[in-house]
């Protein structure tokens, strides 16, 4: 059973820092990555790394960093220079033949 499992939620002052965590379970994914959805607003793409080959979303660009260990399956997150607009519940995505999984979502809450 294919499954991604996020940590690393929480409350951090504006400029501040996270790691968000996802590990997978069940298969190895070449395509991974992270979005967001803000209250009222839609799901939005924030980072993808497809083998060793990343991508950001403008609004992330030189903040976020995504990385990966191919070995034990996980996909991280770094997120640096911190802003409220940053608020949102951040979710696991990966893809495989045809098919995308997500993961449960967690919260990341950027206020003083």
């Known amino acids: 059973q294919v499954q991604l499992v996020e940590s690393g939620g929480g409350l951090v002052q504006p400029g501040g820092s996270l790691r968000l965590s996802c590990a997978a379970s069940?298969?190895?994914?070449?395509?991974m990555g992270w979005f967001r959805q803000a209250p009222g607003k839609e799901r939005e793409l924030v980072a993808t790394i497809i083998t060793s080959s990343t991508k950001y979303a403008d609004s992330v660009k030189g903040r976020f960093t995504i990385s990966r260990d191919m070995v034990k399956k996980t996909v991280s997150l770094q997120m640096n220079s911190l802003k409220p607009e940053d608020t949102a519940v951040y979710y696991c995505w990966a893809y495989s033949n045809g098919r995308n999984y997500w993961g449960q979502g967690t919260q990341v809450t950027v206020s003083s």
């Open positions: 069940g298969i190895i994914f070449n395509t």
